[in-house]
């Protein structure tokens, strides 16, 4: 039986920046920043560029990716600031969540260095492009709410926390694929896809797609395919990979930042005749036979096939969830211990909601109060809480503590 948990296609070195509002603030004003100067969209030249962006950002509440001219920028925006240097990429900090709970994988790298191998899970198994050793760091910048920060002409306050990105990988913009990666998908039960979304090459990246797509032959037919979406630095790059790859995705995913990026409005994510109508349109866009949409207060499945893929969601939720709390330190037992948290009240009107008008399944959040939240990699992680539930005689020991744990949350319900 085909086992492995085949994820890719590329994995990061990133900079954890500890949020500081006063040195936010000295550069605002040491830049002569004004509000009305605040954009996401400007192209991150040097330092200022870059602070206005993350400023841009918090005023908003939102989050995304972002180029930057050169990994200089990166280095000197961190060395303001404390930071830890961590792992990342979809594929890498959905391992780490499955490693923590015992399931290994095997992970497809386009980059490594000694700080690659120094902190990837020993669990973990790797398949990698890469020819020599490089480190192309992405800064990552996640905020609190309420976090307020000074400009020359007044404040900027953030209505909600969430973590903004900032890199320029060669490694990631290239993305080539591994020669071995066809034999290792050949015992896989699921394979992740993400991480298109940083080239900028439109004829390198049809060269990568037909890379990937002669690998993917060798999947078995039953192998489940999940893409997550995420910030493209070319946005229409976007509509080239899924017209290559949409007819052998089951799994389509993506978070509400990048539903709103799509849909080129706003959701108000708590009103269950908006979030219905953004659904209906995304999935009019993106035609997969699971379009999965994750907020944090509310996780939606919709289209033909989304039925099946309800215990998935939940434990993709439950997943998230634990690492909010505890960050990279979460185990089983506090997934045993998440699940019994209450859920978001609002959010399961929503899920009400969609089920009833749409061919829909979902979850509502569970409520989470945490005076140090981690906000970075929750997507990922939720990739990884959902593929833990892909049924594989190597995880049934999972797949049965899974199910436990949705029992005890269902009586508590009750």
Known sequence: MADDLVLGLGGTVDYEIRWDAAVLSALAEGYGIRSDELTTTTPIIDERALVVTVLAFLATGGGGERFVLSSDIVERFAAHFEVETTLGGTGVRAGIALDRIGVPTVQHLVSIDDTVRRLLPRSMRVVSSATRDTLDPHLIVQYPAGAIVR???????????????????????????????????????????????????????????????????RLPAEALVYYEDAGFHRRELSAVVRARLLARIDVYGMNEDELQEYLGRAVDLLDPDDVVAALAEAHELIPAPALVVHTKYWALAVGPRAAIHRAALDSAVRTAAARYRWGDACTAAHLDDTARLARHAGGAAVVAAAARRLPAVGVAAHVVDTPHPTTIGLGDTFVGGFLAAVPSAARRATAVALERALDAAATIAR
């Open 151 to 217: 400009l020359l002409d007044g404040e900027v306050s953030a209505p909600s926390s969430n973590r903004i990105i900032f890199a320029n990988d060669a490694p990631n913009r290239e993305m080539a694929i591994a020669p071995a990666l066809g034999d290792a998908l050949a015992d896989a039960a699921a394979f992740l896809v993400s991480g298109f979304n940083t080239m900028q090459d439109a004829d390198l990246l049809a060269h990568r797609l037909d890379d990937l797509v002669a690998a993917m032959e």
